[in-house]
């Protein structure tokens, strides 16, 4: 359960196209559509000459082959284009992608806390031979998430209400959501972490009274694509895996530095863990945020740093918007819907720089239908962008978050509505999607966004 720009890139709900605003044009792609700065209003297509020729030296293979059927290495089509380096040539085995728990233990002035993190990976070359002998024959996942929701800790942090006791929380198994067409997510508990110098790394921060599966869905596809993924639980997750101290006499939370316990505390932990225990050497780092975790996002590392803020502002929280904006410094996506309950449009705009470039669904559908039905496009996004969902159907707070994590809240939580409802505490738009149950929806538009961005700013 967070404009006035050389460039600017709208993108289609259903991630199958990208219509991008330049002054620069960058090289010719398949199905990209350009618009001067100085003529935002109206398109142009780029003739696609490469690709014509392409196609034109296609056609001369296969008429030769034709012509010299003694000369050839008979086969189909697509291989005699493949063997001439002018048709890719398509993967017919899944990826092999490892889950893995790490016990994170903080250090004593932390009162050794132990956070639980998820992870996501492939493993090293020689593992990965291993895992896909064993696992392609099955043609599925072989591991589930242990994932707890407890009332208590609900009740506590949205009401302050402390007495309800600790066992009304309910545990589920949760099942991957990635298709096994493309990725088998198997147990990663005796695997070693990635310590090749070529893997990214992304931080997953969940938001207010979320989980470290609620953007495991995401974490699933990025590391089907090389990322290594690490979502740690925060203090103010529902699942209340580990017991935060109680404060002493004085008013001061024993053993705990400077009094509290806090993301940063357990993101500096993690990195570092990452470094001497996981012997992780990322070649760069960045992070996603939900809600509470864009700030999270924009208060983690340093403008090397990569940053996507989802259902939140890509601002830090304890500043008044507009103009007096830092830099963050790195590239920075913001993904927010106006269907939001959390976010109105007012709140928004304040929130937003003015150096932030504005990606404007309408756009892209208003000229989709002059473009292709190819549903991968290559572009380009700026250092700083934000798309804004406005649109009857566009989601709400927790659309964003996988299915499976937001099933097992409604399962379990329903009956709980109109008591929150009657006692005016907050329920983060749980209401919408027990009408809406649009994650899978919402992941087909956003899913492909994100992975874009982190490819093309840390890959």
Same mark, same amino acid.
């Given at each position: ?5 050389s460039s600017v890139v709208l993108l289609h709900p259903c991630a199958s196209a990208l219509v991008a605003h330049t002054n620069v044009i ?57 063997? +001439? ?52 024959? +099955? ?30 929380? =309910? ?17 990663? +508990? ?88 996981? =012997? ?102 700026? =250092? ?59 992941? =087909?538009?956003?899913?492909p966004i994100v992975s874009a961005f982190l490819r093309q700013n840390m890959i």
């Amino acid at each position: 359960m967070s404009c006035i720009a050389s460039s600017v890139v709208l993108l289609h709900p259903c991630a199958s196209a990208l219509v991008a605003h330049t002054n620069v044009i960058p090289p010719t792609v398949p199905n990209a559509f350009f618009v001067s700065k100085n003529n935002p209003g109206g398109f142009s297509f780029v003739q696609q000459d490469n690709i014509q020729r392409q196609q034109q030296q296609q056609q001369q293979v296969l008429t030769t082959m034709d012509m010299n059927k003694n000369n050839w290495n008979y086969g189909s089509e697509q291989e005699i284009l493949q063997q +001439q380096g002018l048709k890719e040539k398509k993967s017919d085995t899944v990826s092999i992608v490892a889950y893995k728990e790490f016990q994170l233990r903080l250090p004593p002035e932390y009162g050794n806390t132990i956070v639980p993190v998820a992870t996501w990976f492939q493993p090293d070359e020689d593992e990965m031979q291993s895992q896909k002998q064993q696992q392609q024959l +099955q043609g599925q996942h072989n591991v589930q998430y242990s994932h707890r929701i407890s009332v208590p800790r609900i009740a506590s942090l949205l009401a302050g209400i402390q007495f309800i006791p600790p066992f009304v929380a =309910k545990d589920f198994t949760l099942s991957p959501t990635i298709s096994t067409d493309k990725s088998i997510v198997v147990e990663g +508990q005796n695997l070693s972490f990635p310590t090749s110098t070529d893997r990214p790394v992304v931080i997953l921060a969940h938001g207010f009274l979320g989980s470290r599966y609620d953007l495991s869905h995401l974490a699933e596809e990025l590391a089907s694509q090389g990322f290594v993924c690490f979502s740690p639980e925060y203090p103010e997750s529902l699942a209340s895996s580990y017991v935060i101290p109680d404060k002493n006499k004085d008013g001061e939370e024993e053993g705990l530095k400077d009094g509290r316990l806090d993301r940063t505390t357990i993101n500096q932990a993690l990195l570092q863990a990452m470094e001497m225990e996981m =012997k992780v050497r990322p070649t760069s780092f960045g992070i996603v945020g939900h809600s509470l975790g864009c700030g999270t996002a924009t208060s983690t590392g340093d403008d090397t740093w990569t940053r996507v803020c989802i259902a939140g502002p890509p601002v830090r929280r304890n500043m008044e918007g507009g103009d007096n904006q830092p830099d963050l410094g790195g590239n920075i996506l913001g993904i927010v819907s106006l269907n939001d309950g959390l976010i109105t449009r007012s709140r928004l705009e304040s929130m937003i720089p003015m150096d932030f470039t504005r990606l404007e669904e309408e756009v892209l559908l208003e000229s989709s239908s002059s473009s292709s039905s190819s549903s991968s496009s290559i572009f380009a996004f700026p =250092k700083k962008s934000i798309l804004i969902l406005d649109r009857p159907d566009a989601p709400n707070h927790i659309s964003f978050l996988a299915g499976n994590a937001n099933d097992a809240m409604v399962s379990f939580l329903s009956p709980l509505l109109p008591v929150a409802q009657a006692l005016s505490i907050p329920v983060l738009d749980f209401d919408k999607y027990k009408t809406s149950r649009d994650s899978d929806a919402t992941a =087909k538009v956003v899913i492909p966004i994100v992975s874009a961005f982190l490819r093309q700013n840390m890959i």
